[in-house]
């Protein structure tokens, strides 16, 4: 079975630091990976997918299949950032997304 | 453009009752899929539908239950309500499945009395 792990539930970095989200995956075949962010108050919203390898809002992540992972980093922090990141992957034909736990990032002024 | 739409937002029902929850995707889209967000299991799948047709269910009891309508309108329904099935459930719509990336609606809170 397919499985999310995003190893830190909290992440606290003062604004203009680099943050990075981790996110490691296991299943043995090619999956699809996304990084979906749900703002204070707001509803859960897809931030980029790997397979677009685009740059929104300054986050970028990269599929690393060798290390089952598909991290989620930023240069440089911004208090807006503040929010939950989800990490989730899908297979193709499955028509479903796994989720994992979430990780709550803070930027501190 | 329209988002999508879940109503009701909040639903409080007593254990033993059943519930039905609306949604309705973006226009256009033709899969629709529904989440469980609790705090303890996090984002769970239910199932999706595409063209009035289940592709996929999640690991639930068949208390749960969905249909989709030919205008793309989908519905889920929980049968004999149990403590444990309050929760968060998330509608998201696709223009044609999750390669796609998934819109969500704000969510149906149920709280189970």
């Known amino acids: 079975a397919q499985r999310v792990t995003q190893p830190e539930k909290l992440l606290s970095v ?21 990084w979906y962010v749900q703002y204070s108050r707001q509803r859960l919203q897809l931030l980029l997918r790997h397979i677009s390898r685009e740059s929104i809002k300054g986050f970028t992540a990269d599929l690393n299949k060798g290390e089952t992972s598909f991290h ?38 | 453009k329209a ?8 639903l409080i029902k007593t254990r033993g009752q059943q519930v039905t929850l609306s949604c309705s995707p973006i226009s256009g889209h033709r899969s629709v899929s529904w989440y469980q967000q609790t705090p303890g ?24 239950s969905g249909r989709q309508f030919s205008n793309s309108r989908s519905e889920m329904n929980v049968s004999t309500l149990e403590l444990g ?18 819109t969500f609606g704000s969510g149906t809170r149920l709280t189970v009395v």
Do not use: H, W
Not at chain 2, 50 to 57: G, L
């Open chain 2, 41 to 64: 299991q996090g984002l769970q799948f239910l199932f999706e539908y595409f063209s009035e047709t289940q592709r996929n269910k999640g690991n639930f009891p068949g208390r749960f």
């Open chain 1, 72 to 109: 989620l980093k930023k240069p440089f922090a911004q208090e807006e950032d503040s929010a939950m990141y989800y990490c989730a992957l899908t297979i193709q034909g499955a028509q479903k997304l796994v989720f994992g736990q979430g990780t709550r990032l803070t930027i501190n002024p």
């Open chain 1, 14 to 34: 003062f604004k203009g630091a680099p943050v990075e989200l981790k996110c490691n995956y296991s299943y043995s075949g090619s999956p699809e990976l996304f």
């Open chain 2, 3 to 10: 988002g999508v739409t879940q109503t009701p937002r909040y």
């Open chain 2, 85 to 102: 099935d309050s929760a968060l459930y998330l509608c998201a719509s696709s223009p044609g499945g999750s390669s796609y990336g998934y």
